[in-house]
T-cell receptor, first 117, second 113 residues
């Protein structure tokens, strides 16, 4: 069975600085997807970034980028130029490729990010 | 376009009662999945429905059931409620295929007293 581990329950970053959130996972599959989701106080989960396991290039979305190390089963999220609006819970998630139309997401326990003004 | 909508937003029930939660997916999305998020934890997969058929089930007891309607909306039913069922229930919709992405609703906060 696949597992996702986020070992940092809480992180703090100064506004405009850079922070890295850690995520490790365990799987025997070779093809899969990895995601970072943000959950603000409104509790709606918002997709931040996605990485396909077969792609060696790390995904980037504006100020958000990942460091994907497939052999080490590590998937960290880097937030550059942190903004007050980045404060939220961040969840790492794993998804098998699955058959067409079928999938299951496995989420980590989350990291609470505080942004200090 | 409207996002994923869930109703009700909050619900209070007592032990042993039954509850029905509802979800309307984004227009064009044929897949709906349900997640339970207990306070302080990440979401846990309950069900996935695609084209009105169950395509996946997580490790939840048979008290949990769901269905998807012809318009792709979905209901999650929980019977014989327990205190431990208190949680945020999230619905997500998606298209399918290699480019699939989940879009979540704001959830239904269920409190069981």
């Amino acid at each position: 069975a696949q597992t996702v581990t986020q070992s940092q329950p809480e992180m703090s970053v100064q506004e405009a600085e850079t922070v890295t959130l850690s995520c490790t996972y365990d799987t025997s599959e070779s093809d899969y997807y990895l995601f970072w989701y943000k959950q603000p106080p409104s509790r709606q989960m918002i997709l931040v970034i996605r990485q396909e396991a077969y792609k060696q290039q790390n995904a980037t979305e504006n100020r958000f980028s990942v460091n994907f190390q497939k052999a080490a089963k590590s998937f960290s999220l880097k937030i550059s130029d942190s903004q007050l609006g980045d404060a939220a819970m961040y969840f790492c998630a794993y998804r098998s490729i699955g058959a067409s139309g079928t999938y299951k997401y496995i989420f980590g326990t989350g990291t609470r990010l505080k942004v200090l003004a | 376009d409207a996002g994923v909508t869930q109703s009700p937003t909050h619900l209070i029930k007592t032990r042993g009662q039954h509850v029905t939660l509802r979800c309307s997916p984004i227009s064009g999305h044929k897949s709906v999945s349900w997640y339970q998020q207990v306070l302080g934890q990440g979401p846990q997969f309950i069900f996935q429905y695609y084209e009105k058929e169950e395509r996946g089930r997580g490790n939840f007891p048979d008290r949990f059931s769901a269905r998807q309607f012809p318009n792709y909306s979905s209901e999650l039913n929980v019977n014989a409620l327990l205190l431990g069922d208190s949680a945020l229930y999230l619905c997500a919709s998606s298209t399918t295929g290699s480019n699939e992405k989940l879009f979540f609703g704001s959830g239904t906060q269920l409190s069981v007293l």
